[in-house]
Structure formats: structure tokens, C-alpha cells
């Protein structure tokens, strides 16, 4: 009984609090309250963009290794394994998977790569040598699963009737990109296209030409040397057919757990490592999209903050401005609660009207702009990491804070003496 | 009825307190329209917020209805107002951002009638000050009169025991004065308890009652008609 008396009496504040605030709003300075709007739309931009970028900054990294190296689902040689086990059938049973859009099979080694090989070395000199990746690659499926071919930076792309032909990851060269060189950290110098390369795999060696390299913004791909696949397997002095991995390229809309489990049940999990893309994210990729996380939940954070502190300044400013109206309201027996729940709902109604505006801007314009135009990184092309669940966790943490920083100011206010207001004193 | 014993009202000032009500016993009955005149700074305004429960006295008692409200706190005092007094203020005090019918209605909400009734009895008062046509006027599109009467609206709108007025016509023309005074005396006869502070002698002697303070006490208290 005394608890519904209660609820009874708080809802009746409510009411009022509501009456009194539409008003307001109602009838405030409209170029006042489109500035309020104006700075809370931007609070709303930097709770969700700021972090957005610093994760879409990893998340164009994720994005990249899946478009340029493993696809949906790839499939890899077990740890202590030279190969995959059964690649022949293991290839068979990928072509069969259900949803398959395409699939590139690659055979990998470790080799030398030495530019100027020709060059008598001065005493003490060392080689224009790297130790790279070589992977053999059959370059039309290849470019049909990882669009290897709009990665190329210099040079032409490979062709299938190219035996001497070779693209060089951009990572392997030097050039005004490449880190401060720290000792053991090699990069190949002056090397140009068309220049004749010698690569060594043990005792084998065989001269190619740079046909291109390779700029994709994936260190996987980067630190690569690519060539025809039949040329990889001479120098490897194999007839056997053996692939190290298999990129699989899914259609739309297919689930990459559900084509993955479908690869497992079908039995080739026992030849080789079979996984979806973000299982296959290097662990470095997965660190740092943690850390990023981490960071852009510290400076959404310090947002919240910077919102608090506004909507306090503001609610404060409205408040003390208008002590007598409040003084007035008390006066005729207003109480003090429905007094605060007012500010409240003000506080709340340039929040909402913010995140409103906020959100059609990021979700109808900022993230589709990013889609199109990713920001140049050098490691990664950055794009806006905006998921509508985050977006609304967002909102909900700034309503919590908006009715925090609308209350404290209007208590302040609304504990004064009442006479005092009313009169001016 | 309301009762005032011993009232004190005392304002620090430095080493020389003001006593601005020293020592105020009276009693007011229920349907009387009385008067509290003097000069400025007599301490007539200082009384009526001391018992309008507007401010807190130094010392003394003031009981409405067999009510003590010394032991009430901010929050039943301000119940008390709510319910049971109404005021109106020398400079009208309505809120500029409600319409005349929505500084009427704000309190009656409070009161917890709903939209309806509110509403009805919005409407009854602020016909009842002659405003029924500008009732959806802001007060910036009123004038002093008519911005006073909204004022008066809202204190009688909740049928108040107490009607308290702190020089109502201060601000106004002669001919708004007494029609703002015409109105008091039509409540009062219909039964209102009215307690109005005035330094104009005419109105004055208008009222069942007068009571003259010099430096907070009362000199005299002198009944102008047989109620």
C-alpha cells in the first residue's frame, strides 16, 4: 500500500517533470537548442567514430588477410607436416564443398632471393640477398580467390606461360616505406622491374625476372615471392602433387562455420588444418584487435566523460539562469523531484536527438563513405567499425551519463533556498 | 484558522542583527480578508513569507489548522503550499515559458488530477479573473493586469484555505488596481481567507482587517468592518 502511494507519488512527478520540460523545449532559443543538438551530435561522433577508426584501422587489416591470403576458409598443412596430407584428394573433396565460389591451391618453400648476383662483392660486402616466402601459385585461380592482380604495385602481373617470371612482395624490397633497418633486418636494394633475380632453394638456383611487386597490405602476402606454380615444383625437385595451402573463396551468404564443418565431416580434417578466416588470423592480428578494442573503449571512455561535463555545463547554465522559474515552481508547491525529472528529460531529449542524428550520420553517410574510400594507412586500409549493437551500447552508456550530469546539476540548483530565488538574492 | 505566537524573524548583518518580525502574536480566522500595512522595510513582506511557509522563522510558531509547521520539513511544507496556500507575488512570479493555462494547470497536475479535471478547473479560474480569452497567450503577450491575474488564477485554481498577496497592485494602473481588488473582495465573500500585504490605505481599509507593523511589531490591529 505504501509502496503504490509511492510509486503513485513519483509518477506524478514524472508527469509534471515531463509537462514542465516539453515546454521548455518547446519554447527555448531554437539557436540555442540547435547548438546543444549540435554538441551533442558531436559527442555522439567522437563516443563512435574516434573508436570506430581505431578499430576499423585493425579491422582493415582483418579484412585484407582474408581478401588477400586465406579467404573464407583455409586449409593448411598440419604444424609437423611438410604438406597436406592427401593433397590431391583433399583438393577433390574442396571442389565438391557446397556454397564454393572459387579455391587457389598453393605450394610454399623458403629460398634466397639475391639481386645483382652478377655484382663482383667488395671485401666485407654482403649480397643484395633476402630470405623470403616462395609460394607457387597458378595465377588465374589465385587472382579469382585474392585479386592478387589489383595488389600489384609496380611491374605486370604473372602469367601462366611465364616460367622466368616472378612478382616480389613489397615488404621484401627497400624503398622509402621500409622500417629503420636494425641489424639482421635485410631488404632487397635497387632492384626494378625487369631486373634478372637469382633464387636459391638449398642447392638448387635458378634465375627469374621481376615481373612486378606486390603491394597488399597483408605481411602474409607482402613478404612473399610469387611464381608459377610447375617452376616452384622443379626447384623443389618434386613430381609429386602436394599444396601447403588451399585458399577457399565461399559465395555470399554462405556460413563459413557451416562450409568449414562440412570440409571436417567430409573427412579431410585428418590430412590437413582446416579453418574459417578469423581463426586464421595471424595471433599478431588478434593481439592487436584487442588492444585496439581496449584502447577505443578507453577513449570512448574519456567521451563519456567530455559528454558528462557538457550536458552538466549545460543543464548547470539552464538551471542557475533560471533560479527564479525554479524558485516560482517550488513556490507553488512544485516538488523538488519533478523539478530535477524536468532537467532530466531536457538532458535526455538533446542526448537522444543527438544519437539520432548522430547515428543516420555515421550509418547513411560516414560508414558507407569509408566503405568506398578507406583511409590510406600503411599498413592497412582503415575502415569505420560501426556494428548497430555497439552503436546502441554506446547510446545507452551516454543516456545513463546524460541522466547522471542532467540530475547533479538541477539537485545543485533545486536545493536552494526558495524564497531567495523567488526573489532574486 | 491560523495562529502565530511570538514570531521572530532575525537577518545576520555583520555585528548588528536585523530583527525584521519581532515578537508577532496574532490570530487570523477562517474567511477573513485581512491586511498587514506599513512602511517599507516594516517587515510586513517578511511576515506574509513566514507564514505563507515561504521562509523559515528565527523563533516563535506558526500553527494553520491545528497544524504546527515548525515541525514540518521542506518537503511536507512544501505539500502544505501545494495544497492548502496560494500565492500571488508583487511582480506576478508566472513562468514565462507557460501559457496563462499552463501556469494555471502546472499545480494542479501536481496535485495529481488528471488531464481532464485539470484542465476543467483551469478553465473555471481563469474565467473566473475574466481571462478566458487569452488563456493560450504567453506571458510575454499579456499585460501587467492581465499577467496578475493569471497569477491570482493560479493561486485560487486549487481552492486554497489561505490566499496570500504580496502587494498585488503594486505594479499596476489605478483601474487595474481595483479590479484586481474587486476580485479579492468577490473571493472573500465567497468565503476565502485572504491575507494581503499593502502600503495603499484605501485597499486597506477595503479589508476586514488591518494590521500596522513599524520595525517588525505590530502598533496596531484594527478591524475596518464587522465580517
Same mark, same amino acid.
Given at each position: 500500500m505504501f509502496k503504490e502511494k509511492i510509486l503513485k507519488i513519483i509518477k506524478n512527478d514524472a508527469r509534471v517533470g515531463l509537462f514542465l520540460a516539453k515546454r521548455d523545449i518547446k519554447r527555448a532559443n531554437k539557436w540555442t537548442t540547435i547548438l546543444i543538438?549540435?554538441?551533442?551530435?558531436?559527442?555522439?561522433?567522437?563516443?563512435?567514430?574516434?573508436?570506430?577508426?581505431?578499430?576499423?584501422?585493425?579491422?582493415?587489416?582483418?579484412?585484407?588477410?582474408?581478401?588477400?591470403?586465406?579467404?573464407?576458409?583455409?586449409?593448411?598443412?598440419?604444424?609437423?607436416?611438410?604438406?597436406i596430407d592427401q593433397s590431391v584428394e583433399v583438393v577433390k573433396v574442396v571442389e565438391n564443398t557446397p556454397g564454393l565460389a572459387n579455391y587457389t591451391a598453393r605450394i610454399t618453400s623458403s629460398g634466397r632471393v639475391t639481386a645483382e648476383f652478377r655484382k663482383t662483392l667488395l671485401k666485407d660486402e654482403l649480397p643484395n640477398a633476402v630470405g623470403a616466402g616462395l609460394v607457387g601459385i597458378i595465377p588465374e585461380q589465385e587472382d579469382l580467390v585474392t585479386n592478387l592482380k589489383?595488389?600489384?604495385?609496380?611491374?605486370?602481373?604473372?602469367?601462366?606461360?611465364?616460367?622466368?617470371?616472378i612478382l616480389i612482395g613489397d615488404s621484401l624490397i627497400y624503398n622509402e616505406e621500409t622500417p629503420i633497418e636494425?641489424?639482421?633486418?635485410?631488404?632487397?636494394?635497387?632492384?626494378?622491374?625487369?631486373?634478372?633475380?637469382?633464387?636459391?632453394?638449398?642447392?638448387?638456383?635458378?634465375?627469374?625476372?621481376?615481373?612486378?611487386?606486390?603491394?597488399?597490405?597483408?605481411?602474409?602476402?607482402?613478404?612473399?615471392?610469387?611464381?608459377?606454380?610447375?617452376?616452384?615444383?622443379?626447384?623443389?625437385?618434386?613430381s609429386l602433387i602436394t599444396y601447403n595451402e588451399i585458399a577457399i573463396d565461399l559465395q555470399d551468404g554462405i556460413d563459413e562455420d557451416l562450409a568449414k564443418n562440412a570440409l571436417v565431416s567430409s573427412g579431410i580434417g585428418g590430412y590437413a588444418r582446416i579453418q574459417t578466416s578469423i581463426e586464421a588470423q595471424p595471433k599478431f592480428l588478434k593481439d592487436i584487435q584487442k588492444t585496439f578494442a581496449i584502447l577505443g573503449n578507453a577513449i570512448s571512455s574519456i567521451g563519456l566523460v567530455v559528454a558528462s561535463i557538457t550536458i552538466f555545463i549545460v543543464i548547470f547554465v539552464n538551471a542557475i539562469t533560471r533560479r527564479r522559474y525554479i524558485g516560482?515552481?517550488?513556490?507553488?508547491?512544485?516538488?523538488?523531484?519533478?523539478?530535477?525529472?524536468?532537467?532530466?528529460?531536457?538532458?535526455?531529449?538533446?542526448?537522444?536527438?543527438?544519437?539520432?542524428?548522430?547515428?543516420?550520420?555515421?550509418?547513411?553517410?560516414?560508414?558507407?563513405?569509408?566503405?568506398?574510400?578507406?583511409?590510406?594507412?600503411?599498413?592497412?586500409?582503415?575502415?569505420?567499425?560501426?556494428?548497430?549493437?555497439?552503436?546502441?551500447?554506446?547510446?545507452?552508456?551516454l543516456m545513463i551519463t546524460t541522466v547522471i550530469a542532467g540530475f547533479i546539476p538541477a539537485r545543485i540548483v533545486v536545493k536552494q533556498n526558495t524564497l531567495s530565488a523567488i526573489l532574486g538574492r | 484558522m491560523i495562529q502565530i505566537k511570538n514570531l521572530a524573524k532575525i537577518f545576520e548583518n555583520g555585528d548588528s542583527p536585523i530583527r525584521a518580525l519581532d515578537d508577532v502574536s496574532f490570530t $487570523?480566522?477562517?474567511?477573513?480578508?485581512? *491586511?498587514? =500595512?506599513?512602511?517599507?522595510?516594516?517587515?510586513? %513582506?517578511?511576515? /506574509?513569507?513566514? +507564514?505563507?511557509?515561504?521562509?523559515?522563522?528565527?523563533?516563535?510558531? $506558526?500553527?494553520?489548522?491545528?497544524?504546527? *509547521?515548525? =515541525?514540518?520539513?521542506?518537503?511536507?511544507?512544501? %505539500?502544505?503550499? /501545494?495544497?492548502? +496556500?496560494?500565492?500571488?507575488?508583487?511582480?506576478?512570479?508566472?513562468?514565462?515559458?507557460?501559457?496563462?493555462?499552463?501556469?494555471?494547470?502546472?499545480?494542479?497536475?501536481?496535485?495529481g488530477l488528471d488531464d481532464k479535471q485539470a484542465e476543467n478547473k483551469t478553465i473555471e479560474a481563469l474565467t473566473k479573473v475574466g481571462l478566458e480569452d487569452r488563456m493560450h497567450n504567453l506571458p510575454s503577450q499579456l499585460s501587467g493586469g492581465q499577467q496578475q491575474r493569471v497569477s491570482i488564477a493560479r493561486a485560487i485554481s486549487h481552492n486554497p484555505k489561505v490566499l496570500f498577496a504580496d502587494e498585488p497592485t503594486a505594479n499596476l494602473d489605478t483601474e487595474t488596481s481595483k479590479n484586481i481588488i474587486d476580485l479579492f473582495l468577490k473571493l472573500n465573500h465567497e468565503g476565502q481567507t485572504i491575507i494581503m500585504v499593502t502600503h495603499e490605505v484605501e485597499y486597506a481599509h477595503m479589508s476586514d482587517r488591518t494590521i500596522f507593523l513599524v520595525d517588525g511589531k505590530i502598533v496596531s490591529d484594527i478591524t475596518n468592518k464587522i465580517a
Open positions: 543538438v549540435f554538441v551533442m551530435i558531436f559527442t555522439f561522433l567522437n563516443l563512435v567514430v574516434v573508436s570506430g577508426i581505431l578499430v576499423g584501422l585493425i579491422e582493415g587489416s582483418v579484412q585484407a588477410n582474408k581478401a588477400r591470403n586465406t579467404g573464407d576458409i583455409f586449409i593448411s598443412s598440419f604444424l609437423n607436416r611438410d604438406y589489383t595488389a600489384i604495385k609496380t611491374g605486370t602481373y604473372l602469367s601462366s606461360d611465364d616460367p622466368d617470371g636494425f641489424p639482421g633486418f635485410t631488404a632487397l636494394k635497387r632492384v626494378s622491374i625487369g631486373d634478372s633475380v637469382l633464387i636459391t632453394i638449398g642447392d638448387t638456383q635458378k634465375e627469374f625476372i621481376v615481373r612486378g611487386t606486390i603491394k597488399a597490405k597483408v605481411n602474409e602476402v607482402d613478404s612473399r615471392v610469387f611464381m608459377n606454380q610447375s617452376e616452384l615444383r622443379k626447384m623443389m625437385g618434386t516560482i515552481l517550488k513556490g507553488i508547491g512544485i516538488t523538488r523531484r519533478a523539478i530535477i525529472i524536468s532537467y532530466i528529460y531536457q538532458s535526455l531529449f538533446y542526448a537522444i536527438l543527438g544519437s539520432i542524428i548522430g547515428m543516420i550520420l555515421v550509418f547513411a553517410f560516414i560508414k558507407p563513405a569509408f566503405i568506398a574510400h578507406p583511409i590510406d594507412f600503411p599498413f592497412s586500409d582503415g575502415i569505420l567499425v560501426a556494428t548497430l549493437s555497439g552503436t546502441l551500447y554506446r547510446v545507452l552508456l | $487570523i480566522p477562517d474567511g477573513q480578508f485581512l *491586511t498587514v =500595512s506599513g512602511k517599507s522595510g516594516s517587515g510586513k %513582506s517578511t511576515l /506574509l513569507y513566514q +507564514l505563507g511557509l515561504l521562509d523559515t522563522p528565527t523563533d516563535g510558531q $506558526i500553527i494553520i489548522d491545528d497544524i504546527n *509547521t515548525e =515541525s514540518l520539513d521542506e518537503n511536507q511544507k512544501s %505539500s502544505m503550499r /501545494l495544497k492548502n +496556500l496560494g500565492y500571488i507575488f508583487q511582480d506576478y512570479a508566472i513562468l514565462p515559458s507557460l501559457t496563462a493555462f499552463e501556469n494555471v494547470m502546472v499545480p494542479l497536475l501536481m496535485l
